[in-house]
C-alpha cells in the first residue's frame, strides 16, 4: 500500500527489514570534489540486504551532462539485475540523511513505480540507533520491472523557458544562496553565475534538521513561505544536477504535492547554454 507519506522510518524499516515485499536500496551520492567512494563504503557496511544504486552509472550515459535520468529500457534492465521490481515496496536510503536518496526516490516514480520511499535520517540515523550492518552482497536475483515514463514529472531546457516567459510553473533552486545570487561561482567548471529570472530559491540545507531527517510539514511550509514561492501553484524544482532539486520534490510531496517536477538537467545544463538567460543578486 502506497503511503501518504514519501518518507518512512527507521522504525518502519526495522519492523519490516524481513517483508518478501520490501526491497532496500543504497543511493549514497558525493558532490563533485569530494574524495569519498560511495560504493566502497556500501561494500564496508551497509542495511541488510540493500542493493547499492550507483546514480552516474544508472543514467543517460550518452548525455554530455551528469547523472541525467536514463532511458527507461536501461533503468528497466538495470533494476531488474538488482532484484527490484514490480510489487515490490522500495525504501531508498543515503549515508548522509536525506540527500541522493530523494534523487533515486524521483527516478523510480518517473520509471512508473509509485510504491517507494525514502528513509528518514538514513543510515546516519540507523547507525545511531545501533541497528545491525552487513557487509556481504545480497543473493544475485532477478525481478521483472515495468517501466510506464511519466513524462509529467521531468522538465526540459525548451519548457523551462516556457515557463519563465508564461509564468506557467514557478521555478524553484535548490542551490547555495551563494550560488544562487552569483556570488560564489559554480562547482563545475565553464558554467555561468546566477539564477533564472523570477526563479525563486530554497538552499536544500534548509530542508532537513540537526539529525539528517526531513522537517515535519508543519516546519517545511513555514521554510517554502519564507523563500516566497506559493506552493498550492504549480512548482518545478532546479539546482546544480537534479539531485537536491530531487529533495525538494520530495518535501513537497510531504506537504501532499505530489506530481512536482523536476528540471532534469538543472544548471549544469542551463549555466551552460549561451541563448538562455540568467540573472545575478537575490530574487
Known amino acids: 500500500m502506497i503511503t501518504k507519506d514519501p518518507l518512512v522510518s527507521t522504525q518502519w524499516l526495522a519492523e519490516h527489514l524481513s517483508a518478501p515485499d520490501v526491497r532496500v536500496i543504497d543511493a ?8 569519498r567512494d560511495a560504493r566502497a563504503e556500501y561494500e564496508q557496511g551497509h542495511i541488510p540486504g540493500a542493493v547499492f544504486f550507483d546514480i552516474d552509472e544508472i543514467s543517460d550515459t550518452a548525455s554530455d551532462l551528469p547523472h541525467m535520468a536514463p532511458p527507461p529500457e536501461k533503468f528497466s534492465s538495470r533494476v531488474r539485475k538488482m532484484g527490484l521490481g514490480d510489487g515490490y515496496r522500495i525504501v531508498v536510503y543515503d549515508s548522509h540523511g536525506v ?4 534523487r533515486v526516490w524521483w527516478t523510480f516514480r518517473l520509471m512508473g513505480h509509485e510504491d517507494v520511499v525514502v528513509l528518514d535520517g538514513g543510515l546516519r540515523k540507523w547507525l545511531a540507533e545501533g541497528r545491525p550492518v ?7 536475483r532477478e525481478r521483472h520491472f515495468t517501466a510506464r515514463y511519466n513524462a509529467d514529472l521531468v522538465r526540459t531546457a525548451a519548457q ?14 535548490a542551490r547555495p544562496a551563494g550560488r544562487f545570487t552569483g556570488e560564489v561561482p559554480e562547482p563545475r567548471a565553464g558554467l555561468r553565475s546566477g539564477h533564472m529570472p523570477g526563479s525563486y530559491n530554497l538552499p536544500a540545507s534548509l530542508l532537513t534538521a540537526a539529525d539528517g531527517t526531513l522537517l515535519p510539514a508543519d516546519q517545511l ?5 519564507a523563500s516566497g514561492v506559493d506552493v498550492t501553484k504549480p512548482i518545478v524544482t532546479t539546482c546544480g544536477s537534479g539531485i537536491t532539486a530531487s529533495l525538494l520534490a520530495l518535501a513537497l510531496a510531504r506537504l501532499g504535492r505530489w506530481r ?14 549561451d ?4 540573472v545575478t543578486g537575490p530574487a
Open 134 to 140: 552487513e557487509d556481504l552482497p545480497p543473493p544475485p
Open 260 to 273: 512536482t517536477p523536476v528540471y532534469d538537467g538543472s544548471w549544469a545544463e542551463w549555466g551552460s547554454l
Open 160 to 173: 523551462v523557458k516556457r515557463d519563465l516567459d508564461s509564468g506557467k510553473e514557478q521555478l524553484l533552486d
Open 221 to 225: 511550509e513555514a521554510v517554502f513561505a
Open 28 to 35: 549514497t551520492w558525493f558532490m563533485p570534489g569530494v574524495e
Open 275 to 278: 541563448d538562455m538567460p540568467v
Open 99 to 102: 540527500f541522493s536518496a530523494a
